[in-house]
């Protein structure tokens, strides 16, 4: 009989320390979750404050109030524009009419060589 209560004392040991350390683990988790929950409540504020900055920094009136400090700009009149034939000339053509496309040829002898780059073809491929 003594040997059963010994095993049963055991047992019920056993037991106790297994439903102790479950305790604490989810008591330890319960901590983490409410650290990480007072982290993003705290992260959402701060987000939250830099929206409101942004939205203060982009706000149209002090940004008009900005350009009108620091740049001379002056507004747009219709008699500003000028006419086509004052333009200046159009630069040079290095390429003359009838002339093959010089991009293009470079693009043709690659695609002849069959590389790709670094890396030669195998005579499988070629």
Do not use: C
Request: charge should be positive.
């Amino acid at each position: 009989m003594r040997i059963i209560h010994l095993l049963v004392i055991g047992a019920l040991v056993f037991a106790a320390a297994y439903v102790y350390r479950i305790k604490m683990e989810s008591t330890s988790r319960t901590e983490r979750v409410l650290r990480l929950r007072a982290e993003i409540r705290e992260q959402r504020d701060a987000i939250a404050v830099l929206r409101a900055e942004w939205a203060k920094l982009d706000a149209p009136l002090r940004l008009q109030g900005l350009a009108e400090r620091h740049l001379a700009l002056k507004p747009l009149n219709a008699t500003q524009y000028d006419s086509l034939k004052n333009l200046p000339e159009r630069p040079p053509s290095f390429v003359k009419r009838g002339d093959p496309d010089p991009i293009g040829a470079m693009i043709e002898a690659v695609d002849s060589d069959g590389v790709t780059g670094s890396v030669p073809a195998s005579e499988g491929q070629r």
